[in-house]
Every structure is written in C-alpha cells, then in structure tokens.
C-alpha cells in the first residue's frame, strides 16, 4: 500500500498508511482493458472526523480500519492482485464539509465510500451514495435510519436500536414503568430517543425525553428535571467534549440516588468520567478491548498495538469496515451491483464473533454487551458482565 504522508493526521502517523486515489478505468466488453483494469487498483474513499469534536473516535476508527485492511488482506494491501488506494478525508464533523468531499472523490471515479462517526454526516453521505450510485459503508454513526436508507448504505458499526435493547436487558419487564431519556437535541440524540420509544415503548413503558442543545454547558437545570420526573429509570445518551461536566452535574445533584442510570460505555478517555457514581452505573457496550475473547480481535490488538494505538470503542467499527469493502472487491471488482451482492446477507467471523449484514435492510446483526467498571491500581476499567446475543437485540427489518 502505497503510504502518502499529506493524509497522516500527526496523531495517526503511526497507525495508518493512507494512499492518494486514482480514477478507476473503464472496462472493455469481456473483462479488462487494455490498460489491464483487471490488474488497476481500486479507489476508495475513506471519510471521517480527524478533527472537530469527534476526532478521538474518528482516530479510533482510522485506527481499526488499517488493522482490519492488514488481516484482510494478508498484509499486502491488495485484492486478488489489486491494489487498494486509500484516501482519507477529515470531514470536520461538518455535513456540508463531507458531501463536497464526497463529490470530489466520486467526481475521480472513486465508487466505494465508508466512514463517518456522525449521524447526520452519514445520512448525508447516504444520499450521495444511492444519487451516484456507488457502494457507502458508514462507520460508526448509530442512527437507526442509516439501516435501510437506500439499496447503496451498509453499516460496519452498530445501531441506536442495538444500544437501547440492551439496555433493556437492564431492567426486565418495562411495562409500566417510566424512563426518561436524558440526551443531547442532535440526530444522535434524537435516534435514542426515538430508539427507547420503540423499543422500551414499545414493550409498555412510558418513555419521556430530557432533550439539551449541544453547545450547552450548564446541566444542573435539566439534572433537576430528571428528578422532577421520578423515573424507573434513566438513560443517558451522550457524546463529546461536554460529558465529564454532564456527570458532575447528574452526581451533584442527586440524580444518582432518584433512580438507576444506564448509559453507554464510551471510549477509553471516558472511563475515569463518572466519579463516585462510576460502580452504580449500569453500561451497555459495543464494545472494549478484551470484550470479545475471539482469535480475531487477539489479531486487531496485536496490530493496533504494534502500530502505537489502543483497542477502543469505535476500533471494531474501522476493522469491520475494511473486512467489508476487501469482501465487496473481491466478489464485485468494479461492478457496485456486484458489490451490494456479495455484501448483502454476508455472515462472517469478526472482532466480536460472528456476524450478519442482514439482506432486506443491511442492519449488522452482532453481540452486544453488559459491563460494569471496576476500580483498579491505575483507575476504572471495563469489566464484562454478560455478552447479549445478537438475535437478542436484533433490530425489526427497516420498512
């Protein structure tokens, strides 16, 4: 793989080898080119947060993805001889920032796209995807309308769907019980709580949202409506620069002793977070270094740390996105119909065990996970409780 250094982000430098893309060639009638397609390597594009307020998973998932490409291939770089030129683009956590990215990539022949750790972002580069038709694998963007957006939209991470039913396994029956939803007023936080409404809702509970502008940075008003709402339970959906003064909030105000918390099990920077609620919180987990156990994730950590990175949240995600698109060249070469094909109801053994792209809507049916942090000599860590069964937390189809 050829390593063009103008791509590196300084804090990337020595987990990726990122490569300028070339215009892909056109194929003559029967199979290659005079200029041998067969042979050509293959463009894609690879969009994400390496800067903004999302660039630690945006590395996490730069991180992964150049693990993922190395056991993918073997360590060459290639598909069946071909080699595969890697562009990043910073998409800035900016929607308008990442489609005129996106055009400029599909405008040099580029037809496959993965990336993106933003909802909003995703849905956006989706509907470049379908208009263009070419192949787009968001990355770790959780809204559950990324699933069965369009015929071109896979996913490599999981879904909003996902986190909230296994926060379900929390609390057993539902039914008749009030959880409030405690996130912030974007399309993430608007996905869980729409998430907790089906799913929770769903099985009878009656859900309520405690809704905050993401540039607020003053949280004890909305810990006291937390209260004010005597919850069963309270589900916290967060992300970003603003969470360490959310909990200090949440603890100072009592929020903790009202009612049971669960929330998501973030990224290695937030481990130490919580404060004194840190043993009370009940997490759910995508995932943590050492979750799974499998020989796969073994390989991902072994690369990760040879290259001077941490396994982490999101590292899953950059793994499952490069085992995908070697899947799709591989089976579909040029061809993206070809591509969807050999994706579509794809199961393969990953990081966190097996798992599925679900046919009809391209949902990534895996594991989840129930984890406790624990305090040890160098602070709280994760500690697993249970693994959920896919199946279990297994969205309904996408209508």
């Known amino acids: 793989m050829r390593v063009t250094p103008k791509y590196l982000a300084p804090a990337l430098v020595a987990a990726a080898a990122l490569t300028l893309a070339g215009c892909a060639p056109t194929t003559a009638a029967g199979g290659g080119d005079a200029d041998g397609a067969e042979t050509a390597p293959v463009a894609i594009g690879m969009i994400t947060s390496e800067t903004g307020p999302l660039a630690a998973y945006g590395e996490a998932y730069v991180a992964g993805f150049e693990a993922g490409l190395d056991y993918a291939t073997d360590g060459t770089g290639e598909v069946d001889g071909r080699e595969l030129e890697i562009t990043w683009e910073d998409d800035?956590?900016?929607?308008?920032?990442?489609?005129?990215?996106?055009?400029?990539?599909?405008?040099?022949?580029?037809?496959?796209?993965?990336?993106?750790?933003?909802?909003?972002?995703?849905?956006?580069?989706?509907?470049?995807?379908?208009?263009?038709?070419?192949?787009?694998?968001?990355?770790?963007?959780?809204?559950?309308?990324?699933?069965?957006?369009?015929?071109?939209?896979?996913?490599?991470?999981?879904?909003?769907?996902?986190?909230?039913?296994?926060?379900?396994?929390?609390?057993?029956?539902?039914?008749?019980?009030?959880?409030?939803?405690?996130?912030?007023?974007?399309?993430?936080?608007?996905?869980?709580?729409?998430?907790?409404?089906?799913?929770?809702?769903?099985?009878?509970?009656?859900?309520?949202?405690?809704?905050?502008?993401?540039?607020?940075?003053?949280?004890?008003?909305?810990?006291?409506?937390?209260?004010?709402?005597?919850?069963?339970?309270?589900?916290?959906?967060?992300?970003?620069?603003?969470?360490?003064?959310?909990?200090?909030?949440?603890?100072?105000?009592?929020?903790?002793?009202?009612?049971?918390?669960?929330?998501?099990?973030?990224?290695?920077?937030?481990?130490?977070?919580?404060?004194?609620?840190?043993?009370?919180?009940?997490?759910?987990?995508?995932?943590?270094?050492?979750?799974?156990?499998?020989?796969?994730?073994?390989?991902?950590?072994?690369?990760?740390?040879?290259?001077?990175?941490?396994?982490?949240?999101?590292?899953?995600?950059g793994f499952v996105a490069a085992q995908m698109i070697v899947q799709a060249v591989r089976e579909g070469g040029d061809d993206v119909d070809a591509m969807i094909e050999a994706l579509e109801g794809w199961t393969f053994e990953s990081v966190k065990g097996e798992v599925t792209v679900r046919a009809e809507d391209h949902a990534l049916i895996q594991p989840m996970y129930q984890v406790n942090l624990v305090e040890g000599a160098d602070g709280w860590a994760p500690e697993l409780i249970e693994t959920i069964d896919a199946e279990t937390v297994a969205p309904p189809v996408a209508g």
Do not use: C
């Open 92 to 317: 800035q956590g900016n929607p308008d920032t990442a489609v005129a990215k996106a055009k400029d990539l599909i405008g040099q022949g580029t037809k496959v796209l993965a990336g993106t750790v933003a909802s909003g972002i995703a849905l956006s580069l989706a509907e470049q995807a379908e208009q263009n038709e070419i192949l787009y694998i968001s990355g770790p963007a959780a809204a559950d309308a990324i699933t069965g957006v369009n015929d071109y939209t896979f996913r490599s991470g999981r879904q909003t769907y996902q986190d909230v039913a296994t926060a379900g396994t929390f609390i057993g029956d539902p039914a008749g019980k009030k959880v409030v939803v405690f996130a912030q007023d974007t399309a993430f936080g608007q996905g869980n709580l729409a998430g907790v409404e089906a799913v929770l809702g769903g099985q009878g509970a009656e859900v309520q949202g405690v809704l905050v502008a993401e540039d607020a940075t003053e949280f004890t008003p909305f810990a006291q409506q937390l209260i004010d709402a005597q919850p069963d339970l309270v589900f916290v959906a967060w992300a970003g620069a603003s969470s360490g003064a959310m909990w200090t909030a949440l603890q100072q105000q009592g929020v903790f002793d009202a009612a049971p918390v669960v929330t998501g099990l973030g990224d290695v920077a937030t481990y130490q977070a919580y404060g004194d609620a840190s043993a009370d919180i009940s997490f759910l987990n995508h995932y943590f270094g050492g979750a799974a156990g499998t020989d796969i994730e073994e390989e991902m950590i072994t690369r990760l740390e040879e290259a001077g990175a941490t396994p982490d949240l999101f590292s899953v995600d």
